[in-house]
């Protein structure tokens, strides 16, 4: 068994941080269109999140946004011209069409990839697919320069083995981490990794999109090449309320399952999957939420899934990171108080200011992506993105300097802010000595 840490790669959240209310199926974000956002907190916030877990022993790292607004989009939209000429025209004629070419929704790296450690893949390597994020335009944008960060901090091919999006079409839908989970018995050894899909390929929904696959997810376990791989659909129950990926009904750490009752169309059938396959590894521990304890709606609200459960180093019991919305809605707090207080596997609860980010429909969980490494592989990634107190303070720097405090939509007509974001991305590329991806 191979020593590794769980590396959280965060996306460091963009300028053009805004409340556009594009995607279909979250809740936070459609409740919140068009309201006044803030970048600068928004990303200051997630930063601050970043060094609460450095200071907690664990090795964090990040990741740049993608350049915004994208103007490859409205190129092809058919717009031409300056620069400025073009974002005029498409303020005027295609004012959605500009939200989602300014959209700053990379910052939820838990949708960047799906990623499988070496310890777990046919060979050896540790390995990453970018999400083609395809139900949604302004997220079906982001995956060739995703992949461009992933190649570039993920350079070496003989430790690392990065996979483009799969196909653009619908029975290929893939979301990434969001809809995956892996358990095992600590980082180094062998696990289990979880698929959770929404709908199979060709099928039709009513109602909110099922925005996962079986054949992606499939697709993604024959790329990786694993041995154990565990494939569930999400209660359609679920996705109706909001639980548009399943990290907002479900999260695992360790050998720990911790989700929702509501999170699994068929829960005893998932859990009795997971145990064949873990048997030899280690002893599933799973942790449900009872809708009577918790309605599905308050675990939506509060994001109380949507959290980082990690085991912490000088921690006997795991750790869940939560916002802070968790510990103001009534059954979420209540919940977790007698959580901690028994002696099953999550013994304590940190609660995070990501607000700026939950109001756009996005917690602690997806504001990461993480990354199982070999103390050799984080040796042998880019070095630049591996966090200290150090860079933080710099890239804090940077954000106060180059990002607005307060942000519109409308604000997304001026074609000096498309410079503005420009600018502050080429500053924060500097800091990660990643100015390659400029």
Known sequence: MTSAHEVNFDGLIGPS?????????????SNNAGDISNPREAALQGLEKMRMLIGHGLVQGVLPPLPRPNFDLLVSAGFHGSDAQIIEAAAKAAPRLLKAAYSASSMWTANAATVSPS????????HLTTANLSTMLHRA??????????????????????????????????EGAANHVRLCASHGAPGVELFVYGRDAGESTVGFPARQTRLASESIARSHGLERAVFARQSRAA????????????????????????????????????????????????????????????????????????????????????????????????????????????????????????????????LR??????????????????????????????????????????????????????????EILKVLDLEELA
């Open 141 to 174: 944008q982001e995956h060739p320069d995703t992949t461009a960060s992933l190649v570039s901090i993920f350079a070496d091919d003989e430790m690392f083995a990065i996979h483009g999006a799969l196909p653009m079409h619908p029975d290929f839908a893939d």
């Open 239 to 366: 996705i109706d309320a909001g639980a548009f990926h399943n990290d907002v009904v479900s999260v695992g750490a360790l050998d720990t399952l911790f989700f929702h009752e509501l999170a699994f169309e068929d829960t005893n059938e998932t859990l009795n999957s997971l145990r064949r396959a873990a048997e030899g590894l280690f002893d599933l521990k799973p942790v449900m939420v009872p809708a009577k304890d918790v309605p599905i709606e308050d675990a939506i609200k509060a994001y109380l899934f949507n959290s980082q459960l990690l085991a912490i180093p000088g921690k006997d019991r795991l750790v869940l990171v939560a916002p802070m919305e968790t510990q103001e809605t009534d059954s979420t707090r209540k919940f977790c108080e007698q959580m901690v207080s028994g002696n099953g596997p999550i013994g304590e609860v940190i609660y995070a200011d990501v607000r700026q980010s939950m109001r756009n429909g996005g917690g602690p969980a997806c």
């Open 119 to 126: 310890s777990d893949t046919e060979d050896g390597r540790l």
């Open 369 to 426: 992506l993480r990354v199982v490494m070999s103390e050799d592989e984080i040796d042998a990634c880019h070095q630049g993105v591996l966090l200290d107190d150090e860079t933080i303070d710099d890239l804090q720097d940077v954000v106060r300097r180059t990002y607005r405090d307060q942000l519109s939509p409308t604000d997304l007509a001026d074609p000096e802010f498309a410079n503005e974001c420009c600018l502050a991305r080429e």
């Open 17 to 29: 941080h805004n409340y556009g209310g594009l995607p279909d199926g979250n809740l936070a974000s």
